[in-house]
């Protein structure tokens, strides 16, 4: 009988162990994935990383990639490009955008937030430069390119 005890003992252990290493791996890879990838930006010669969303269309973006191209200036805020490819889209009210925000904006408009304010549009998140320098009303010339 206590054989018997200690084997059924030995074998819960056993599982218990293989379920913590298990469980360990889960959640290394959901940090992995709530931490997307990265692109880099190359914004008038300066250069920066975004940390793109973890969705469809931070994917798809990264698959046209690379890019060059001109965006423009917008309501003193934004830059702004129209991709010549339409991205999935996934459009949320977003409330407020800050600095260094990368956003979708219908299927095809990518943005590109300059200054913090508050908003009622909606856009499809795609990313966020950390560092983001303030930026000037001219276009800009941007590189964008897999991290």
């Known amino acids: ?7 059924i003992y030995f074998i819960f252990v056993f599982i218990l162990l293989i379920l913590i290493i298990l469980g360990i791996n889960y959640r290394k890879e959901i940090i992995k994935e709530s931490n ?9 010669n300066q250069a920066f990383e975004v940390n793109l969303e973890n969705n469809e269309t931070a994917k798809k973006l990264s698959e046209l990639l690379p ?3 001109k965006m423009t200036s917008l309501n003193d805020n934004e830059k702004y490009y129209y991709l010549n490819e339409s991205l999935p889209q ?34 499809t998140k795609i990313g966020h430069i950390e560092n983001l320098t303030e930026l000037n009303d001219d276009a800009i010339d941007v590189i964008i390119n897999k991290g």
Do not use: A, E
């Open 1 to 7: 009988m206590i054989l018997i005890k200690k084997k």
């Open 36 to 44: 997307g990838s990265k692109m880099k930006i190359i914004i008038n």
């Open 67 to 69: 890019l060059n191209i």
């Open 90 to 123: 996934m459009p949320i009210k977003v409330k407020h955008i800050n600095r260094g925000d990368l956003m979708l904006y219908g299927d095809n408009c990518l943005v590109l937030f300059y200054k913090s304010f508050d908003t009622n549009y909606s856009y």
